[in-house]
């Protein structure tokens, strides 16, 4: 954890040494993750040819990213219940549920503006 001490460059160096952290964990325990980042090496640079304008092309980027930021979200509520404990409780299966479900509707999201952008 940071100290007290990390202010100014030194808290964006340790800041950017822990989501760097955050996103090898991911990489390495998380299929679904890998999963997407297969999917976002294909559609980002595609993103260039399917959109017209500067606006388009950063609007099928950044519902991509979201995707990813989703998961990667997800897998911090899954890392915590699991932590808390293995033990079936209604409320530990309603977050992972809720948390997968802002997945899939992170994905709907980036399908929908893809599907708009790509036939209209």
Do not use: C
Request: hydrophobic share 60%; proline share 2%; aromatic share 8%.
């Amino acid at each position: 954890m940071a100290s007290e001490q990390n202010y100014g460059l030194r808290r964006v160096w340790f800041a950017l040494r822990y989501s760097l952290q955050g996103l090898r964990a991911a990489w390495r325990k998380e299929e679904a993750f890998r999963q997407e980042i297969v999917v976002a090496l294909g559609a980002v640079p595609a993103a260039w040819f399917v959109g017209d304008t500067a606006l388009e092309r950063a609007l099928l980027i950044a519902v991509v990213l979201q995707v990813l930021m989703v998961e990667l979200i997800n897998t911090g509520i899954e890392a915590v219940v699991d932590r808390i404990g293995h033990d079936p409780h209604k409320l530990s299966g309603r977050a992972k549920d809720v948390g997968s479900a802002a997945v899939l509707m992170a994905i709907v999201i980036a399908a929908v503006v893809w599907g708009v952008l790509l036939f209209d």
